[in-house]
């Protein structure tokens, strides 16, 4: 099992930036994939960025460009560098991470993106 602690949410006005967190309590070397997902009102949850254990990165084609995913693997923490937000991203932001043994998720925070 692995706990993943978030924190960075919050309000900020469009073209504003954020920054997320999200601090595993098992060493990387033990994860398969650790990434980030969102879902907004009445909408499914969703891919935003996920970064590999070899390090290899993926994104959602709405946050390409925007959005940075990196790894403090000393830390065993995932950032998710968000700019040029826009009212659109506003959603429960959840963490994630993939070992072998499950599939395991934050307690998510809020974002919200004023226009």
């Known amino acids: 099992q692995v706990q993943l602690v978030e924190s960075g949410g919050g309000l900020v006005q469009s073209g504003g930036s954020l920054r997320l967190s999200c601090a595993a309590s098992?060493?990387?070397?033990?994860?398969?994939?650790m990434g980030w997902y969102r879902q907004a009102p009445g909408k499914q949850r969703e891919l935003v960025a996920a970064?590999?254990?070899?390090?290899?990165?993926n994104y959602a084609d709405s946050v390409k460009g925007r959005f940075t995913i990196s790894r403090d693997v000393a830390k065993n923490t995932v950032y998710l560098q968000m700019n040029s937000l826009k009212p659109e991203d506003t959603a429960v932001y959840y963490c994630?991470?993939?070992?072998?043994?499950?599939?395991?998720w934050g307690q998510g925070t809020q974002i919200t993106v004023s226009s």
């Open positions: 994630n991470a993939i070992l072998n043994g499950g599939n395991y």
């Open positions: 098992r060493s990387f070397f033990l994860i398969r994939s």
């Open positions: 970064v590999t254990s070899s390090g290899s990165t």
